[in-house]
């Protein structure tokens, strides 16, 4: 499992009691709200990452302190984590025993014993995994410390033993890199590594999203082709069109690459498009332009392919398993999401059901089928 730049400093001007009883604040809004991290959440006219601080009066005081008491009252009716929450670790736990250490999503997200409400926690922990990243920028940033499980439980709203799990991965996956070191005894975080973390940010960005595209529209992006093209959102209206994430050197991609040169001969002159989005270089990966376009030659690639640059990557969220494919049907909705590798039959299946996925029509989604993801 594998993800803004947060910036901010605290104020001084205030008193200990007004920068505790905000911070506080702030935190107690979040439980009601819901939505990213409490302390990174920005209100208009307030830099990301920095507390509305100020003068405190002992009403305003005593209010929060009244609130910390229903918000810890709350927290300990939940000790443990569900029993639906416990089988989905548990199957993370199993896998990283079987793969040496690592967790491969995509299988644990295709797997048929997986029930909906799992697969959306599954999705939900994945989502928070890449976000940790820039979290540990941030907090570092804007507080100069190492945050503890508990305040990462807190502000993301998962369980502690959700966090540690999620750490662990993070240690022990080695497609990784060393972000952060754990104490081995308490499971907290001992140290964190700023210049790879600055890195990890920069080419993977703050977050990923796998969850919540489905009929939604596809968001807005501008690209250009190898041929001189430009291509925007709104260029697939009126078209069915495979919006595809690749690499050149992912053993996955190269294993598809076949049936999408196929699929797109096959309904060639319909209105079926394919848009080939090369990451290679959003990713920073040393890839040249001649070995780039050598595969595209030797593989009879014909449909349009563009450099993925990063506000692209960002509006699709980021995506960090590859292939991935979004169905933008012809009103400009998203209709699936496919990642890794997929058949011929499931691909010409997307197609001839007239743009209209499995999802939209109220039965079963398109399965994801178990690849690896690169470990570029």
Not at 138 to 145: D, P, V
Not at 265 to 285: P, Q, R, T, W
Not at 289 to 301: H, K, L, P, Q, V
């Amino acid at each position: 499992m594998y993800n803004r730049n947060l910036k901010g400093r605290r104020s001084l001007a205030a008193g200990p009691e007004a920068r505790d009883t905000n911070r506080l604040k702030k935190k107690t809004e979040a439980r009601a709200t819901g939505g990213s991290p409490a302390r990174h959440a920005p209100t208009k006219g307030q830099a990301v990452g920095v507390g509305p601080h100020g003068s405190s009066t002992r009403r305003g005081s005593m209010k929060n302190w009244v609130l910390l008491v229903l918000v810890v009252g709350l927290a300990a009716c939940r000790q443990s984590p569900t029993e639906l929450e416990m089988g989905v670790h548990q199957r993370v736990e199993e896998m990283m025993k079987e793969e040496d250490g690592s967790v491969v999503f995509s299988d644990l997200h295709n797997s048929k014993e997986l029930s909906a409400e799992e697969r959306d926690y599954l999705d939900r922990l994945y989502e928070v995994f890449f976000a940790l990243p820039a979290y540990f920028q941030s907090e570092s940033r804007a507080a100069g410390r190492i945050p503890k499980v508990s305040d990462i439980a807190h502000d993301y709203r998962i369980h502690p033993s959700a966090v540690r799990l999620l750490l662990t991965v993070m240690t022990s996956d080695s497609r990784m890199p060393t972000l952060i070191t754990l104490d081995e005894a308490s499971g907290e975080i001992r140290s964190t590594d700023k210049e790879k973390i600055d890195k990890f940010v920069e080419t993977r960005g703050s977050e990923v999203k796998v969850s919540g595209w489905i009929g939604k529209p596809v968001p807005a992006f501008e690209v250009t082709t190898l041929e001189g093209e430009t291509i925007t959102e709104k260029d697939l209206v009126g078209k069915n069109t495979l919006v595809f994430f690749w690499l050149t050197r992912c053993p996955v991609c190269q294993k598809i690459t076949p049936n999408m040169v196929e699929l797109y001969e096959k309904y060639a002159g319909s209105d079926f498009e394919i848009l080939g989005l090369n990451v290679d270089v959003a990713l920073g990966l040393e890839v040249s332009g001649e070995e780039r376009a050598r595969f595209i030659a030797e593989r009879g690639i014909e449909y349009p392919v563009a450099i993925l640059d990063p506000d692209t990557r960002a509006a699709f969220g980021n995506v960090n398993i590859f292939p991935a494919m979004f169905w933008v049907t012809s009103d400009g909705t998203i209709g699936e999401l496919l990642l890794n590798y997929q058949d011929l039959d499931t691909l010409v299946r997307l197609v001839e059901g007239g743009g209209e996925s499995k999802a939209a029509r109220g039965g079963d989604r398109i399965s994801i089928d178990g690849e690896a993801e690169t470990d570029s």
